[in-house]
């Protein structure tokens, strides 16, 4: 994991960029959201939030929050874009089958701004791969405003409960 780790002058030229010591992790959150191919991705200070939706009736929102991270960088208020997440859950379990237990896939993770492609760079044991996943224009999500007093059930769920 020494190589992702390691900081480049190219680091500063990215609208986004996050590193995860783990990359099963944000893997295992998206499996719990990846009932249709696409998803789109909202970026802010705060954290990513991936948005799931179906026919505007279902959504699912997975949140990664900037303390997951190791380093998160964003340069702008927010970057969103949408992107196959089939394809992204796939390269983030490159090296599933390969590891040994307890050996961990670094990520990091980078775009560049509107129209860039997302960049994961994964290195598991000293080997490295790169993933270059294409961006589109975010599709409009519908914003379930649920009024508190009717709610009857809100599920919390921690990230280490399910790895």
């Given at each position: 994991m020494a190589l992702l780790v390691q900081q480049t002058h190219e680091d500063d030229s990215y609208v986004l960029l996050a590193k995860l010591d783990n990359a099963r992790v944000m893997a295992n959150i998206l499996k719990a959201i990846h009932f249709k191919e696409t998803a789109s991705v909202y970026a802010s200070e705060?954290?990513?939030?991936?948005?799931?939706?179906?026919?505007?009736?279902?959504?699912?929102?997975?949140?990664?929050?900037?303390?997951?991270?190791?380093?998160?960088?964003?340069?702008?208020?927010?970057?969103?874009?949408?992107?196959?997440?089939?394809?992204?859950?796939?390269?983030?379990?490159?090296?599933?089958?390969?590891?040994?237990?307890?050996?961990?896939?670094?990520?990091?993770?980078?775009?560049?701004?509107?129209?860039?492609?997302?960049?994961?760079?994964?290195?598991?044991?000293?080997?490295?791969?790169?993933?270059?996943?294409k961006t589109q224009e975010p599709d409009e999500t519908l914003d379930f405003d649920f009024c508190s007093e009717n709610v009857i059930n809100k599920i919390i769920m921690k990230v280490i409960l399910i790895i």
């Open positions: 705060n954290g990513l939030k991936f948005t799931v939706e179906d026919c505007k009736c279902v959504q699912a929102n997975a949140f990664l929050q900037a303390a997951l991270f190791t380093e998160f960088i964003i340069k702008e208020e927010t970057a969103c874009f949408k992107i196959n997440l089939t394809i992204l859950i796939e390269c983030l379990n490159i090296f599933s089958l390969s590891s040994s237990p307890g050996v961990m896939t670094a990520l990091k993770m980078c775009y560049s701004g509107y129209g860039t492609p997302l960049t994961l760079m994964l290195e598991e044991n000293g080997v490295l791969t790169d993933c270059s996943i």
